[in-house]
């Protein structure tokens, strides 16, 4: 027998990378709102959007928000999104896909006391070490000193 082979008739769209770059993507690109930090608001938005037959993101709606400029953000981030999409068979296909961006609040790095500072002293001796002829003198030494703050 032979194996029939699958046939689709429409490609879906993907984003290069697949699934982790898309979420890389839109987290590099996210910027926490500052109303929405001054609020302390948290949670999750559900976007859906339209990706046109060239693969642009030409539409976003917002299934579920929080408000506090989340919404806007995640609107933006999901916009600038470009995909992979195969020719199919010559029709001008909408899809139409949903993501979630989820908002959490950055922690506040505590302040670090000021570290004292280290000092670190290093000495160099320098011979000159040259043969003299048959005369015997001393030679000269050279030293250095230097202090290294860090």
Request: positive net charge.
């Amino acid at each position: 027998m032979a194996k029939e082979k699958k046939t689709l008739f429409i490609h879906q769209p993907h984003f290069k990378g697949g699934p982790k770059e898309l979420t890389k993507f839109i987290y590099t690109n996210l910027r926490y709102p500052q109303e929405a930090f001054d609020a302390g608001v948290e949670g999750t938005v559900y976007i859906e959007y339209d990706i046109d037959y060239l693969g642009n993101v030409v539409a976003t709606r917002v299934l579920q928000g929080l408000g506090h400029g989340c919404d806007e953000e995640a609107c933006r981030v999901v916009q600038m999104m470009k995909f992979d999409v195969e020719r199919n068979r010559g029709v001008h296909v909408l899809f139409h896909q949903k993501v979630k961006v989820q908002f959490k609040k950055p922690k506040e790095v505590p302040l670090q006391p000021p570290v004292a500072q280290q000092q670190m002293q290093v000495a160099y001796t320098v011979t000159n070490s040259s043969v003299a002829p048959a005369a015997p003198k001393k030679p000269a030494e050279v030293t250095y000193n230097y202090t290294i703050q860090l």
